[in-house]
């Protein structure tokens, strides 16, 4: 359990921007980690049920990967590479063609865009607008796609479109997501009957982009036969389907790819998060091969393709991938995140359990309970977030590779906390 928490925060106070969010909640000093932990600075032990956000859907510091930077580091193996051709590209498209897209049947080029996964959503609307002529993209409610105004276009939540200041946020019509008109409306048709009314004022779309499940907004999940009606809306309007996978990809779902289930074939797929396996920056956009016209440098940054990144992503994919083993553990995990949280909603009146695989949560009816319940469990030790469009929803995003034993601890420190801010409320 960690110690006293007080320390001087006054640097940060004067000289970080105001911008600043997770630090405010989880106010520590971390210094080191391993695999589901973090320690202070101070020696105090947390479980990390946040997982950089699910960009360490690996955990910190894996052994191999960070064997196989460390070496390529003190062979003087290039930091900065433009898109140069490198051993260390070459052999990561090599194993992400053998272990990802071949196995799957997948033919798609891999962009390599600039370093987070906003940049990859901003190529993919770029290139649905250039393929089809169109300026339209229709996305969805409750959605998160990034914060650069092309992808903060495409995002619901109202307090990160306010972050744009004015600023023009147009050519996307937003639709509603599965169940968003509740649970009798079915939302494929409304969309239908919107694209298909020539004086409902939508323009035809250059294309549907979604998350499969909606990591930020509340964990909302598509079924498969949403995503599959989706895909159909789009080949009968002329449009291309964009599918998210920044958060819920790279086995965050269960599988490596979080619509494989569904069966449909996004003509593009955004990656990043823990596209590199150790937290580096690196983001990717899958392009199905006829839709990849770019011309030479017509999109491109200074830091598509990072060379360290592509070091420990190639260790990743050979590690977990290359076989059923990994996603056989991730199905069993999954069973034991949804035992768990059904005993954290059973605690709370009309409490909710939401998402699918290593990617769920519980709705607990408001943001200021599931604050209260964060807020308990950083103080007893564990690192959890919340999300939703009123923050409504206890996320875990612990490492995909957490042990059963430290899951358990986080979660009894989970329960502790729930009663804890239930008793509190009672009492207020």
Known sequence: MPRD????????????????????????????????????????RYIDFLAGCSSLNYGHNDPDMKAALVKHISQDGLA??????????????????????APRGMDYRVMMTGPTGTNAVEAAIKL?????????????????????????SLTGNASKRGGAGGGSLNDVTHMPFEGALGPDVDTLQVIDGLLGNPSSGID????????????????????????????TLARKYGALVIVDDIQAGCGRSGSYFSFERAGIKPDMVTQAKSLSGFGLPFAALLIKSELDVW??????????GNTHA?????????????????????????????????????????????????????????????????ARAYEKGLVIETSGARDEVVKCLAPLTTPD????????????????????????
Request: hydrophobic share 45%; with cysteine.
């Open 204 to 231: 035809a779309p250059a294309a549907f982009v979604f998350e499969p499940i909606q990591g930020e907004g509340g964990l909302n999940v598509a079924s498969n036969a949403w995503m599959r009606g989706i895909e």
């Open 5 to 44: 928490m007080a320390q001087d925060t006054s640097i940060y106070d004067r000289r970080e921007s105001g911008a600043r969010s997770y630090c405010r909640a989880f106010p520590a000093s971390f210094a080191r980690a391993q695999g589901s932990e973090l320690f202070s600075a101070e020696g105090d």
């Open 295 to 304: 011309k030479p440098a017509e999109h491109n940054g200074t830091f598509r």
């Open 405 to 428: 034993a430290i899951l358990r601890e986080g979660f009894d420190i989970l329960l502790e906390a729930t009663r804890g801010a239930l008793a509190e409320r009672a009492a207020a």
């Open 128 to 152: 649905a607008r250039k393929v089809t002529g169109r300026r339209n993209v229709v996305a969805f409610t409750n959605g998160f796609h990034g914060m650069t105004m092309g992808a903060l």
């Open 80 to 101: 900065h590479a433009l898109d140069f051709h490198t051993e260390e590209k070459e052999a990561f498209l090599r194993a992400y063609e053998a272990n990802i897209l």
């Open 310 to 374: 592509f070091v420990t992503a190639r260790v990743a994919i050979e590690k977990f991938w290359a076989d059923d083993a990994f996603e056989a553990e991730l199905a069993a995990k999954s069973v034991m995140l949804t035992s768990a949280f059904k005993e954290v909603a059973d605690l709370i009146e009309g409490a909710r359990l939401k998402g699918r695989g290593l990617m769920q949560g519980v709705d607990v009816g408001s943001g200021e309970l599931a604050g209260a319940i964060c």
